[in-house]
């Protein structure tokens, strides 16, 4: 009996570009290595043959124009009520994947969620996502975690009473309880917000925390590249680290065009 061969899953790539910024006013379009942060991330699902369709969610006209001068399509704005700063991602997520769905007819398998602030990708971790969630049904999705340079088991403290702040410390973490050398502190990962990629169905019965609500494995990328912007610091760092070439933007040398529209 001969196998048929399965389609590969169709992914939609999410680009979240809201237009106000308190932390870094205009941080979305500002340039970075000579392309506007929204546009790395468009420029990294362009790399990605794995990604089916890209869009970018936003609120902003002036957003929603420099994504598509970049090679982006943005189809829509994302409504008010998905707009504001205490607007979870849970709901702008599965929104653009309902507009989506509706403007073509067809489902998709996966949603993966690219935020301009983390723009350090490798297309090749991407894809490497994509096999490991396609090769395990269990899983709901597959995220970025790195190892960071300090270690919290080791190092993390607090008050002892909250309402002290300045009285005497306690650890943070019960785990590092009689620890004494940081070599002995358990191995510690945190999500880096690189890229997050789930599941369609679980996107849609998304109510609010991702990561309690479903099953997830972590793909390890190297802390130097788990870099996200939220204050003129840590643009100013980024753009040192590049120039210094201790950060790589695969996309910068043959600068691709959108991906191929495979609907």
Known sequence: MTTQPTSPPRILAVIPARGGSKGLPGKNIRPLAGLPLVAHSVRAAAMTPEVTRCVVTTDSEEIADVARAHGGEAPFLRPARLAGDDAPMAPVVRHALEWVEADEGRAYDAVLLLDPTSPSRVPAQLAEAARRLADDPALDGVIAVSEPTF????????PADASRPDGPLTR?????????????????????????????????????????????????????????IDDEYEFRLIEAL??????????????????????
């Open 151 to 158: 270690n919290p088991v080791w190092v993390g403290v607090r």
């Open 242 to 263: 590049v120039g210094a070439g201790l950060i790589t933007l695969p996309w910068l040398e043959g600068r691709p065009t959108a991906p191929k529209d495979t609907r």
């Open 172 to 228: 943070f973490i019960d785990a590092g309880t009689g620890i004494t050398r940081r070599q002995d502190a358990a191995r510690f990962l945190r999500i880096n917000g690189n890229f997050y990629l789930w599941r369609a169905d679980f996107v849609r019965r998304l109510e609010a925390s991702w990561f309690d609500e479903g099953t997830h494995a972590g793909l390890e990328i190297p802390e130097a590249q788990a870099f996200s």
